[in-house]
């Protein structure tokens, strides 16, 4: 999980920094980004000194990954490693790829670099293709998570994004009419505080209306659960609490049949 998290946490600032360079290529000609950083200055993220130290981290990233891979193979057993075996067998051409790009990109031979892109491009194609073969073959239930989570953040990304470009034009314009200064670097640093502030609200509103709209039965259980939790805090009557007990288990999981057993030590086995 630490691999996971670094890994998108350095995505998502190479990708940022990509948004922030000083100069955009637009139509092949340069022209100012507004929301541009000077920290990033350079021809692209890349020559930057920022964009060098993200790309380092995103390459570490990229081998601890392979290594996570390799342990968590190892340690998986049953059906588990089936799935695995799809996914490692549809990534095993995507460091070749890697190196040929690199190498290419470096050394001017665009035939290796022609190379590296096709060989990543199949490899693309290979993990969508092996992840559904596993996914369907192999029963991956929790494929519903990954649903679920896929429509939270799609639409958490959207508004997101929607609030931090609104913010960034309605202070560049409050920016400009009172200080005159319409791509003041306080305009970035308050919309991206917004942005901070508004995240996990705003994440937990989008999920429970995902599971409210789509996930209905999951959504009712979950309730059931935390006023069960609610109550048995306060409870102090045993009988009062075992009723409630097999009352939210009856809502919840909704078996033919429910009994609770109490064992007491006081009497004889």
Known sequence: RPVLWVSTLSVAAVTVAEALTPTLSVAGRSVPNPIGLDALSGADVEQSLVGQALFAVLSVCLLASVASLVVRYRHSRGQERQQLKWFVYSAVLFLPGLVALLIGE????????VSGILLLSLVLIGISVASTIAILRYRLWDIDIIIRRTLQYAILTGLLALVYFGAVVLLQT???GLAGEANSPLVTVLSTLAIAA?????RLRIQEFIDR???????DAERALAQFATSARDEVDVDRLAAALLDTVEETVQPDRAALWLYDPGVSR
């Open 213 to 219: 709209r789509f996930y209905r039965k999951k959504y």
């Open 106 to 113: 470096s050394t001017g031979f665009e035939w290796l670099s």
């Open 198 to 202: 508004l995240f996990n609200p705003l």
């Open 174 to 176: 409050l920016f400009g």
